[in-house]
């Protein structure tokens, strides 16, 4: 079985609120935890506001990786929107948030509008 080689989150200071990201086995798309599975859009992300909500998500994420569902779950730290949505912190979970950058008006640009 492979190690967890992920290195931790590269945001500095309060890695609270999160939500998990990982991506989909069979669709490679990035998807974010829920409550009743994963999504694409990460406005309906779950939330952890506090360590032990954070810890069971991440075991949650571990537990569909370890059933082939996705690949590599972690935690991402987020800020709230004024929206209420999840923004993640780091560039390079902003952009897998996104989606390519390249066709903006195209994917799931398109079909779930800006994180505001």
Known sequence: MAKD???GSKVKGDKLPAIVMAS?????DT???TGKGWTR???HAR?????????????EGKASAAANAVIDPYL???????????VARHFRDVMRQ??????????KQAEFGPLT
């Open 5 to 7: 080689h992920r290195a």
């Open 24 to 28: 989909d086995l069979l669709e490679g």
């Open 31 to 33: 998807v974010f935890l």
């Open 41 to 43: 859009d990460s406005k």
């Open 47 to 59: 939330i952890a506001h506090d360590q032990e909500t954070a810890d069971r998500m991440e075991a």
């Open 76 to 86: 991402v730290p987020v800020e709230i929107s004024d929206g209420g949505h999840p």
């Open 98 to 107: 996104k989606g390519p950058s390249i066709h903006p008006d195209m994917g």
